[in-house]
């Protein structure tokens, strides 16, 4: 029994003293600056594949950032964000293909990996990690033109979910991001540069012949107010 109690007293020392050693910088703050997004379209046609291509359209991205750093090198970094993200597609006559955007208002949540240096003056990091995404609403705008043949109208219509091909619109998306931050210390925090590079995933689109990717980057400038030290 007395061994027994030992070595209890003594697990909850070292317990004690690991924990003693493990400190964390906390840091929460906010972000907000532009995101260029598109989509990539792919379809099964007679057993072939077709790929195409859409054009950027610029969104905004704002959120809410909360920052984990466990020492100068490593830390980890958790957002909620909205932005606004989407394509667009060119006039085609021949093919009688109006201009068109569609954008999708969009909730996400980045978690991300940061690994780089950080000093008194400035910290630079590399980040990495997936981000999950909600679509929440969206819109397609579209420019009619007529021709010989036919006449399309301009309309500009909130999405239907539940309707055409919006249907198979898969709402939740994972995404991948890398990127990297600079830090600059002012006040009780620092002020933040990032640029990232995101690319979806999993695919958007639920039919099994259809394939839809986004991809886009950000930039965004923030500011972090930090509790605590390494």
Known sequence: MKFKNFYSALALLLATSIASQ???????????????????????VNGQEEEFDTD????????I????GLSKVLAFQTEVNYLRQGFA?????????????TTYDVFEVPVLA???????????????????????????????????LITI??????IDFSQGVFEEITRTNIYGQAGAQLGIPA???????????????????????????????????GYILTFGNY
């Open 22 to 44: 493990v400190q964390a910088q906390i840091g929460i703050g906010f972000r907000a600056g532009v995101l260029t997004s598109s989509q990539t379209f792919k379809e099964v």
């Open 56 to 63: 950027n359209i610029t969104g905004y991205v704002v959120g």
């Open 65 to 68: 950032p909360l920052e984990i």
């Open 89 to 101: 597609r060119a006039e085609n006559r021949s093919q009688l293909i109006p201009e068109s955007k």
């Open 114 to 148: 940061k690994i780089g240096w950080t000093s008194k003056r400035i910290s630079i990091a590399a980040v990495v990690g997936p981000s999950f995404q909600y679509i929440a609403s969206g819109r397609t705008e579209v420019t009619g033109f007529s021709t010989d």
């Open 153 to 158: 109208e301009s309309r500009d219509d909130k």
């Open 187 to 221: 006040g009780g925090g620092k002020f933040v540069l990032d640029a990232r590079y995101r690319f979806a995933i999993t695919d958007q689109d639920a039919r099994d012949d259809f394939e839809v990717r986004g991809q886009g980057a950000s930039a965004t400038l």
